[in-house]
């Protein structure tokens, strides 16, 4: 379903009868998902991922954008551009996790549910892989559960987005 948005819904990020935008971020080396180490990330494509997000988030009332780049400079540009634009947010930042404070910074302007999602069980991996810039900034964390594990966070992140609109209008 696609949701129509009013310019003022367009530039909160919410739209008439729906829950709003919620971005997914994907670092690098996502866009080779299906190929690229499948004994640890799985043989679901990103445009798969992708896909189902979005029907996903169309069902629960939200409109699911998502960007991928093996660029941190490019993420960053996303991030800032989405500023006001979004009600909510998911990332799986891959290596830039265990290396980028820049996109911590630019997340930490957001001021939206984040949830952070790993493919693979990184806590069973290198130990350099154990550590995230942003684990202490996002809302929630999901690791190891493959694919699914973007559909749980698109459902947190929704439920957040619910609880924060709910305690606002009491
Ligand atoms: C990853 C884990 C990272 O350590 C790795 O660099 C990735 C993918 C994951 O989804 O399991 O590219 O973020």
């Known amino acids: 379903m696609k949701l129509k948005e009013s ?4 530039k909160r990020g919410t739209a008439p009868g729906g829950g709003g935008r919620i971005l997914v971020l994907h670092g690098p080396n996502l866009n080779l998902l299906g190929e690229r180490e499948p004994e640890l990330y799985g043989h679901t494509t990103l445009a798969h991922i992708d896909q189902e997000l979005r029907e996903v988030g169309a069902e629960l009332g939200y409109s699911v954008e998502s960007f991928q780049s093996n660029s941190e400079g490019a993420l960053v540009d996303r991030i800032q551009a989405a500023r006001g634009r979004l009600v909510g947010l998911i990332i799986n930042p891959a290596a830039f996790t265990h290396t980028s404070i820049a996109i911590r910074d630019a997340l ?24 995230s810039t942003i684990a202490d900034l996002v809302d929630g964390r999901i690791v190891g559960l493959g694919a699914h594990g973007y559909v749980l966070a698109l459902r947190a992140v929704a439920h957040m987005v619910e609880a924060r609109r709910s305690s606002q209008s009491s």
């Open 7 to 10: 310019t003022a819904g367009e």
């Open 108 to 131: 930490a302007m957001l001021g939206v549910p984040m949830v952070e999602v790993h493919l693979s069980n990184i806590y069973r991996r290198e130990p350099f892989r154990h550590h």
